[in-house]
Protein backbone atom coordinates (compact mmCIF):
# COMPACT_ATOMS: atom_id res chain seq x y z
CA UNK A 1 0.00 0.00 0.00
CA UNK A 2 1.25 3.35 -0.69
CA UNK A 3 1.61 5.66 2.53
CA UNK A 4 0.90 9.48 1.80
CA UNK A 5 2.89 11.29 4.47
CA UNK A 6 1.73 15.30 4.85
CA UNK A 7 3.98 17.73 6.30
CA UNK A 8 3.48 20.63 8.83
CA UNK A 9 0.27 18.73 10.54
CA UNK A 10 -0.63 22.26 11.16
CA UNK A 11 1.13 26.14 10.77
CA UNK A 12 -0.01 29.51 11.40
CA UNK A 13 0.62 32.41 9.28
CA UNK A 14 -0.50 35.70 8.81
CA UNK A 15 -2.75 37.48 6.42
CA UNK A 16 -0.75 37.83 2.84
CA UNK A 17 1.99 35.20 3.88
CA UNK A 18 3.00 32.39 1.16
CA UNK A 19 2.30 28.70 3.02
CA UNK A 20 3.47 25.69 1.56
CA UNK A 21 2.28 22.21 2.69
CA UNK A 22 3.87 19.05 1.03
CA UNK A 23 3.22 15.06 1.00
CA UNK A 24 5.18 12.67 0.33
CA UNK A 25 4.45 9.46 -1.45
CA UNK A 26 6.13 5.91 -0.35
CA UNK A 27 5.90 5.22 -3.65
CA UNK A 28 6.07 6.66 -6.95
CA UNK A 29 2.86 8.04 -7.85
CA UNK A 30 3.57 9.95 -10.85
CA UNK A 31 1.34 12.96 -10.71
CA UNK A 32 -1.74 10.94 -9.09
CA UNK A 33 -2.23 13.58 -6.49
CA UNK A 34 -5.34 15.84 -5.77
CA UNK A 35 -5.46 18.50 -2.63
CA UNK A 36 -8.77 19.35 -0.93
CA UNK A 37 -9.69 22.23 1.70
CA UNK A 38 -12.12 21.51 4.49
CA UNK A 39 -13.43 24.13 6.79
CA UNK A 40 -15.11 23.01 10.14
CA UNK A 41 -18.15 21.02 9.74
CA UNK A 42 -18.16 21.34 6.20
CA UNK A 43 -17.40 18.78 3.54
CA UNK A 44 -13.88 18.88 1.76
CA UNK A 45 -13.70 20.85 -1.57
CA UNK A 46 -11.16 19.54 -4.24
CA UNK A 47 -9.10 22.38 -5.12
CA UNK A 48 -6.16 20.63 -6.97
CA UNK A 49 -6.06 17.82 -9.40
CA UNK A 50 -3.26 15.86 -10.80
CA UNK A 51 -0.82 17.69 -9.07
CA UNK A 52 -1.31 20.86 -10.57
CA UNK A 53 -4.63 21.24 -12.42
CA UNK A 54 -6.44 23.83 -10.42
CA UNK A 55 -10.42 23.33 -10.14
CA UNK A 56 -12.93 25.09 -11.84
CA UNK A 57 -14.19 28.28 -9.81
CA UNK A 58 -10.77 28.21 -7.23
CA UNK A 59 -8.84 31.38 -6.96
CA UNK A 60 -5.31 31.31 -8.38
CA UNK A 61 -3.36 32.06 -5.31
CA UNK A 62 -3.74 28.43 -4.98
CA UNK A 63 -1.29 25.85 -6.37
CA UNK A 64 0.16 22.86 -6.99
CA UNK A 65 3.22 20.46 -8.15
CA UNK A 66 5.75 17.87 -7.98
CA UNK A 67 5.40 14.37 -9.49
CA UNK A 68 6.86 11.07 -8.34
CA UNK A 69 7.23 11.06 -4.56
CA UNK A 70 7.21 14.97 -3.79
CA UNK A 71 4.67 16.84 -3.98
CA UNK A 72 3.75 20.84 -2.76
CA UNK A 73 0.85 22.80 -2.06
CA UNK A 74 1.07 26.43 -1.83
CA UNK A 75 -1.19 29.45 -1.30
CA UNK A 76 0.61 32.36 -2.89
CA UNK A 77 -0.90 35.10 -0.27
CA UNK A 78 -3.15 33.75 2.35
CA UNK A 79 -6.63 35.22 3.14
CA UNK A 80 -8.70 35.30 5.96
CA UNK A 81 -10.98 32.29 4.54
CA UNK A 82 -8.14 30.18 3.97
CA UNK A 83 -7.72 29.39 7.56
CA UNK A 84 -8.68 25.42 7.15
CA UNK A 85 -7.57 21.79 7.40
CA UNK A 86 -5.42 21.01 3.43
CA UNK A 87 -5.73 17.29 2.53
CA UNK A 88 -3.70 15.65 0.19
CA UNK A 89 -5.15 12.64 -2.05
CA UNK A 90 -3.69 10.09 -3.96
CA UNK A 91 -5.24 7.46 -6.74
CA UNK A 92 -4.41 4.39 -8.63
CA UNK A 93 -5.83 1.84 -10.61
CA UNK A 94 -5.82 -0.77 -7.73
CA UNK A 95 -7.94 1.32 -7.42
CA UNK A 96 -6.72 2.75 -4.11
CA UNK A 97 -7.41 5.99 -2.99
CA UNK A 98 -5.59 7.53 0.24
CA UNK A 99 -5.80 10.88 2.71
CA UNK A 100 -2.64 12.27 4.18
CA UNK A 101 -3.34 12.68 7.33
CA UNK A 102 -4.13 16.58 6.77
CA UNK A 103 -2.38 19.72 7.73
CA UNK A 104 -4.57 22.60 9.77
CA UNK A 105 -3.76 26.51 8.50
CA UNK A 106 -4.55 29.36 11.49
CA UNK A 107 -4.76 32.72 10.81
CA UNK A 108 -2.16 34.98 13.28
CA UNK B 1 -26.15 22.01 -9.89
CA UNK B 2 -25.77 18.52 -8.57
CA UNK B 3 -26.39 17.88 -4.89
CA UNK B 4 -26.07 14.69 -2.77
CA UNK B 5 -27.75 13.85 0.38
CA UNK B 6 -27.32 11.49 3.16
CA UNK B 7 -29.72 9.52 4.96
CA UNK B 8 -30.01 7.33 7.68
CA UNK B 9 -29.89 6.33 11.32
CA UNK B 10 -27.56 9.04 13.93
CA UNK B 11 -26.95 6.01 16.11
CA UNK B 12 -26.16 2.40 15.56
CA UNK B 13 -25.62 -0.69 18.17
CA UNK B 14 -22.18 -2.43 18.38
CA UNK B 15 -22.46 -5.69 16.19
CA UNK B 16 -25.30 -4.21 14.32
CA UNK B 17 -25.33 -2.86 10.14
CA UNK B 18 -25.09 0.46 9.50
CA UNK B 19 -27.54 1.50 5.99
CA UNK B 20 -27.11 4.97 4.80
CA UNK B 21 -28.75 6.25 1.51
CA UNK B 22 -27.14 8.98 -0.82
CA UNK B 23 -29.95 10.71 -2.83
CA UNK B 24 -28.94 12.45 -5.97
CA UNK B 25 -30.41 15.63 -7.26
CA UNK B 26 -29.62 18.23 -10.36
CA UNK B 27 -27.30 16.31 -12.31
CA UNK B 28 -26.26 13.07 -14.58
CA UNK B 29 -25.80 10.23 -12.51
CA UNK B 30 -23.72 8.37 -15.46
CA UNK B 31 -20.15 8.66 -16.16
CA UNK B 32 -19.47 8.76 -12.30
CA UNK B 33 -18.27 7.21 -9.34
CA UNK B 34 -20.89 7.49 -6.58
CA UNK B 35 -18.40 7.06 -3.33
CA UNK B 36 -18.53 6.57 0.18
CA UNK B 37 -15.63 8.69 2.56
CA UNK B 38 -15.84 8.35 6.25
CA UNK B 39 -14.39 10.93 9.16
CA UNK B 40 -13.77 9.81 12.40
CA UNK B 41 -13.81 12.96 15.19
CA UNK B 42 -11.06 14.91 14.82
CA UNK B 43 -9.28 12.26 12.61
CA UNK B 44 -8.78 12.20 8.74
CA UNK B 45 -10.12 11.10 5.91
CA UNK B 46 -11.17 7.40 4.91
CA UNK B 47 -12.16 5.96 1.29
CA UNK B 48 -15.24 3.66 1.53
CA UNK B 49 -16.03 2.66 -1.39
CA UNK B 50 -17.10 3.45 -4.59
CA UNK B 51 -19.84 1.98 -7.52
CA UNK B 52 -20.13 3.09 -10.88
CA UNK B 53 -23.90 3.51 -12.77
CA UNK B 54 -23.32 0.06 -14.43
CA UNK B 55 -23.35 -1.75 -10.59
CA UNK B 56 -19.42 -1.90 -10.99
CA UNK B 57 -17.60 -1.40 -7.39
CA UNK B 58 -14.26 -0.75 -5.97
CA UNK B 59 -13.66 -1.42 -1.89
CA UNK B 60 -10.48 -0.16 0.43
CA UNK B 61 -8.89 -3.44 1.43
CA UNK B 62 -9.38 -2.55 5.08
CA UNK B 63 -13.08 -2.58 4.87
CA UNK B 64 -13.50 -4.57 2.70
CA UNK B 65 -15.53 -8.03 3.96
CA UNK B 66 -17.69 -5.61 5.79
CA UNK B 67 -18.94 -3.42 3.26
CA UNK B 68 -21.57 -3.21 0.45
CA UNK B 69 -22.59 -0.36 -2.28
CA UNK B 70 -25.48 -0.47 -4.10
CA UNK B 71 -26.51 1.26 -6.66
CA UNK B 72 -30.56 1.88 -7.61
CA UNK B 73 -30.42 4.28 -11.10
CA UNK B 74 -34.27 4.66 -10.82
CA UNK B 75 -34.36 6.85 -7.97
CA UNK B 76 -30.87 7.95 -8.57
CA UNK B 77 -29.86 6.82 -5.32
CA UNK B 78 -26.87 4.92 -3.91
CA UNK B 79 -26.31 2.63 -0.57
CA UNK B 80 -23.83 2.18 2.03
CA UNK B 81 -23.84 -1.54 4.48
CA UNK B 82 -21.38 -1.51 6.85
CA UNK B 83 -21.21 -4.57 8.81
CA UNK B 84 -20.74 -5.89 12.55
CA UNK B 85 -20.10 -2.15 13.85
CA UNK B 86 -17.59 -1.39 16.34
CA UNK B 87 -17.29 1.82 18.28
CA UNK B 88 -14.09 2.93 15.41
CA UNK B 89 -16.61 2.99 13.07
CA UNK B 90 -17.85 5.91 14.57
CA UNK B 91 -17.52 9.00 12.32
CA UNK B 92 -19.31 11.25 9.75
CA UNK B 93 -20.11 9.71 6.45
CA UNK B 94 -19.83 11.37 3.48
CA UNK B 95 -21.15 10.36 -0.21
CA UNK B 96 -18.99 12.14 -2.67
CA UNK B 97 -19.24 12.25 -6.66
CA UNK B 98 -15.86 10.96 -7.90
CA UNK B 99 -14.54 11.67 -11.31
CA UNK B 100 -11.79 10.53 -13.69
CA UNK B 101 -12.07 13.52 -15.83
CA UNK B 102 -13.21 12.18 -18.76
CA UNK B 103 -10.17 9.60 -19.18
CA UNK B 104 -12.47 6.91 -18.40
CA UNK B 105 -10.09 4.98 -16.41
CA UNK B 106 -12.77 2.98 -14.58
CA UNK B 107 -11.89 4.18 -10.88
CA UNK B 108 -11.95 7.82 -9.52
CA UNK B 109 -9.55 10.44 -9.56
CA UNK B 110 -10.88 13.08 -7.39
CA UNK B 111 -14.14 13.80 -5.96
CA UNK B 112 -15.41 17.38 -6.70
CA UNK B 113 -19.35 17.15 -5.51
CA UNK B 114 -19.96 16.10 -1.83
CA UNK B 115 -22.63 15.54 0.92
CA UNK B 116 -22.96 17.88 4.23
CA UNK B 117 -21.95 14.86 5.88
CA UNK B 118 -23.92 11.99 8.00
CA UNK B 119 -22.65 11.83 12.07
CA UNK B 120 -22.93 8.23 12.99
CA UNK B 121 -22.53 7.21 16.42
CA UNK B 122 -21.83 3.26 17.35
CA UNK B 123 -23.26 2.84 20.93
CA UNK B 124 -25.25 0.67 22.73
Known amino acids: DIQMTQSPSSLSASVGDRVTITCQASHDISTSLNWYQQKPGKAPKVLIY???NLETGVPSRFSGSGSGTDFTFTISSLQPEDSATYYCQHYDNTPSLTFGGGTKVEIK | QVQLQESGPGLVKPSETLSLTCTVS????????WTWIRQPPGKGLEWIGNIFYTGITNYNPSLKSRVSVSVDMSKTQFSLKLTSLTAADTAVYYC??????????????????WGQGRMVTVSS
Open chain 2, 26 to 33: GGSFTSYY
Open chain 1, 50 to 52: DAS
Open chain 2, 96 to 113: ARGTDYDILTGYPHAFDV
